[in-house]
């Protein structure tokens, strides 16, 4: 099982830059993909990007060019900065891991609220 860890969020100004970190433990061994969604309110929870084995990276339209998704497989850990930040970005973060038998787990949750 592994378990997860979620720091950075908070409040920016449109424009502006935060960055998302998430540390992994437990059975790190299984993990395969690492990545972060969101979730708006009133709206479903979304992929935002995320790094597969061999560092393959996946990011959303809406975020292309201005987040970065990076990963430490050493540490088991994975980052998100996000520059350029827009009002319609606001929404719960969540850290995920999918493992080699396609299960997830998923962070609490961290708060990102981008002001106009």
């Given at each position: 099982q592994v378990q997860l860890v979620e720091s950075g969020g908070g409040l920016a100004q449109a424009g502006g830059s935060l960055r998302?970190?998430?540390a992994a433990s437990?059975?790190?061994?299984?993990i395969n993909a690492?990545?972060?969604?969101?979730?708006?309110?009133g709206k479903q929870r979304e992929l935002v990007?995320?790094?597969?084995?061999g560092?393959?990276?996946?990011?959303?339209?809406?975020?292309?060019?201005?987040?970065?998704?990076?990963?430490?497989?050493?540490?088991?850990?994975v980052s998100l900065q996000m520059s350029a930040l827009k009002p319609e970005d606001t929404a719960v973060y969540?850290?995920?891991v999918m493992d080699n038998w396609s299960?997830?787990?998923?962070?609490?949750?961290?708060?990102?609220?981008?002001s106009s």
């Open positions: 998302l970190s998430c437990g059975s790190t061994f299984s690492m990545g972060w969604y969101r979730q708006a309110p990007a995320l790094v597969a084995s560092n393959i990276t996946h990011y959303t339209d809406s975020v292309k060019g201005r987040f970065t998704i990076s990963r430490d497989n050493a540490k088991h850990t969540y850290c995920n299960r997830n787990t998923w962070g609490p949750g961290t708060q990102v609220t981008v």
